[in-house]
């Protein structure tokens, strides 16, 4: 496909650990109000091979014969958070809003970068309240999701770029969502989660059920029950685990094969980190069945090619989706410099009785040089090789090359 304009990753700051300045004002009546956030933009050139040859894979992200340059938001959108935090008798209490803005406008009806957009997308990608105590906490409202959470949030690309998503695409870029995991988004949800401060944290929640989606829509589109997602996490010095889960049962009311028959999606993944201050290595993956590539069950809506997640197969039953990632950082003793890189690949087959026979392969190579020039400036170099490839019928594969200079801001 051309282009993939998706509605991708805005991860909370937090998650970056030179997102140590932000404001906080403490309130009379005992509640605090913090302010933080971050501003990014990537100058990328992409330029497409001409001589691909993999047409119509569902599931390819890499197109053929592309070129172009863009000014964008990377992997991590801009953001600006806002916390406030009270503790009323022995409960603590918060909510949280996350605005995730973009700054370019994206492409027009011929695939060129428009000039006027009058706003660059707002992605408002947090809204939740938080009730928590020495028993665990609940999370309700919009917040990323726990399958395949620690696989994304433990990416180098989201500090960069890594797949682009298409060239003039709006949004955010891919980084690896479609290249070694699933996209988990933030999605309507009623979490609870163990005490934090320990080794071991354990995760399952309640979460807005979605239909299920093959190439050409959604196919079980009725969904009585929500979706569960659970996650357990241990860490212990330098070494962190984690599993996650996902299951959504959906049926189908539309006349033809699959009438009144429901299928429920399942995933699983999981990964390994071993990190010290100069040094750490991360493998992570997943399986699912019927719950698609790049993006999950539906996606954006059935029928919208590779981010519909193209689950369902022409013949009703669930396929089969799969992926990795192997990554290594190094930073050398007393250095601002960190180096990194990264191999990853994410697979989407056929079932064993559809009629047209497929396994789309899309596969990133990523490497980066990311430099803390202050505390709260982050200098990134980054380049990054994809390809798409059809396995069945053997073609030459779509491959891209998009290198990349930008600038993070951490307040």
Same mark, same amino acid.
């Not at 990194?340 to 980066?368: C, H, R, V």
């Given at each position: 496909?051309?282009?993939?304009?998706?509605?991708?990753?805005?991860?909370?700051?937090?998650?970056?650990?030179?997102?140590?300045?932000?404001?906080?004002?403490?309130?009379?009546?005992?509640?605090?109000?913090?302010?933080?956030?971050?501003?990014?933009?990537?100058?990328?050139?992409?330029?497409?091979?001409?001589?691909?040859?993999?047409?119509?894979?569902?599931?390819?992200?890499?197109?053929?014969?592309?070129?172009?340059?863009?000014?964008?938001?990377?992997?991590?959108?801009?953001?600006?958070?806002?916390?406030?935090?009270?503790?009323?008798?022995?409960?603590?209490?918060?909510?949280?809003?996350?605005?995730?803005?973009?700054?370019?406008?994206?492409?027009?009806?011929?695939?060129?970068?428009?000039?006027?957009?009058?706003?660059?997308?707002?992605?408002?990608?947090?809204?939740?309240?938080?009730?928590?105590?020495?028993?665990?906490?609940?999370?309700?409202?919009?917040?990323?999701?726990?399958?395949?959470?620690?696989?994304?949030?433990?990416?180098? $690309?989201?500090?960069?770029?890594?797949?682009? /998503? !298409?060239? %003039? +695409?709006?949004?955010?870029? =891919? *980084?690896?969502?479609?290249? @070694?995991?699933?996209?988990?988004?933030?999605?309507?949800?009623?979490?609870?989660?163990?005490?934090?401060?320990?080794?071991?944290?354990?995760?399952?929640?309640?979460?807005?059920?979605?239909?299920?989606?093959?190439?050409?829509?959604?196919?079980?589109?009725?969904?009585?029950?929500?979706?569960?997602?659970?996650?357990?996490?241990?860490?212990?010095?330098?070494?962190?685990?984690?599993?996650?889960?996902?299951?959504?049962?959906?049926?189908?009311?539309?006349?033809?094969?699959?009438?009144?028959?429901?299928?429920?999606?399942?995933?699983?993944?999981?990964?390994?980190?071993?990190?010290?201050?100069?040094?750490?290595?991360?493998?992570?993956?997943?399986?699912?069945?019927?719950?698609? $590539?790049?993006?999950?069950?539906?996606?954006? /809506? !059935?029928? %919208? +090619?590779?981010?519909?997640? =193209? *689950?369902?197969?022409?013949? @009703?039953?669930?396929?089969?989706?799969?992926?990795?990632?192997?990554?290594?950082?190094?930073?050398?003793?007393?250095?601002?410099?960190?180096?990194?890189?990264?191999?990853?690949?994410?697979?989407?087959?056929?079932?064993?009785?559809?009629?047209?026979?497929?396994?789309?392969?899309?596969?990133?190579?990523?490497?980066?040089?990311?430099?803390?020039?202050?505390?709260?400036?982050?200098?990134?170099?980054?380049?990054?090789?994809?390809?798409?490839?059809?396995?069945?019928?053997?073609?030459?594969?779509?491959?891209?090359?998009?290198?990349?200079?930008?600038?993070?801001?951490?307040?």
């Amino acid at each position: 496909m051309k282009r993939v304009a998706l509605l991708c990753v805005g991860l909370a700051v937090g998650a970056a650990s030179v997102a140590e300045a932000q404001l906080t004002m403490q309130m009379t009546n005992g509640w605090s109000f913090t302010f933080s956030g971050n501003v990014n933009a990537f100058a990328i050139y992409e330029s497409q091979s001409t001589d691909g040859g993999t047409v119509g894979a569902p599931g390819g992200l890499v197109g053929i014969g592309g070129k172009g340059f863009n000014l964008r938001t990377g992997l991590l959108p801009a953001f600006a958070v806002f916390d406030a935090k009270g503790k009323e008798g022995n409960t603590d209490l918060g909510v949280h809003f996350g605005f995730a803005p973009q700054i370019q406008c994206g492409a027009d009806a011929a695939g060129s970068s428009a000039h006027d957009c009058f706003g660059a997308q707002i992605d408002m990608r947090q809204v939740y309240l938080t009730v928590g105590g020495t028993w665990g906490q609940i999370l309700a409202g919009r917040e990323i999701g726990l399958f395949n959470r620690q696989n994304i949030l433990t990416d180098q $690309t989201l500090f960069g770029i890594g797949a682009t /998503g !298409g060239i %003039n +695409g709006g949004g955010t870029t =891919l *980084g690896r969502i479609g290249f @070694g995991y699933i996209y988990p988004n933030f999605v309507a949800q009623m979490t609870y989660s163990t005490p934090a401060g320990r080794p071991g944290q354990f995760s399952i929640g309640l979460f807005q059920p979605s239909g299920l989606a093959g190439d050409a829509g959604t196919v079980y589109d009725q969904t009585q029950v929500p979706r569960v997602e659970t996650e357990v996490s241990w860490k212990s010095g330098n070494v962190m685990l984690w599993a996650n889960g996902t299951a959504q049962n959906a049926k189908s009311t539309a006349p033809g094969p699959t009438f009144d028959a429901s299928k429920t999606a399942v995933g699983a993944g999981g990964g390994l980190r071993f990190g010290s201050t100069s040094f750490s290595l991360t493998g992570s993956g997943y399986w699912g069945k019927g719950i698609g $590539t790049t993006l999950q069950f539906n996606g954006v /809506g !059935g029928g %919208n +090619g590779a981010v519909s997640g =193209l *689950g369902v197969g022409t013949d @009703g039953e669930l396929r089969d989706s799969y992926g990795f990632i192997g990554q290594l950082t190094f930073t050398p003793s007393a250095s601002k410099v960190t180096l990194a890189a990264s191999y990853g690949s994410s697979f989407l087959k056929s079932t064993d009785t559809e009629a047209i026979d497929f396994k789309t392969e899309n596969s990133l190579i990523s490497g980066g040089i990311y430099f803390q020039a202050t505390k709260s400036l982050k200098v990134v170099g980054e380049g990054n090789y994809a390809w798409t490839k059809e396995s069945v019928t053997d073609n030459p594969k779509n491959k891209t090359f998009a290198p990349a200079f930008g600038l993070m801001l951490f307040f």
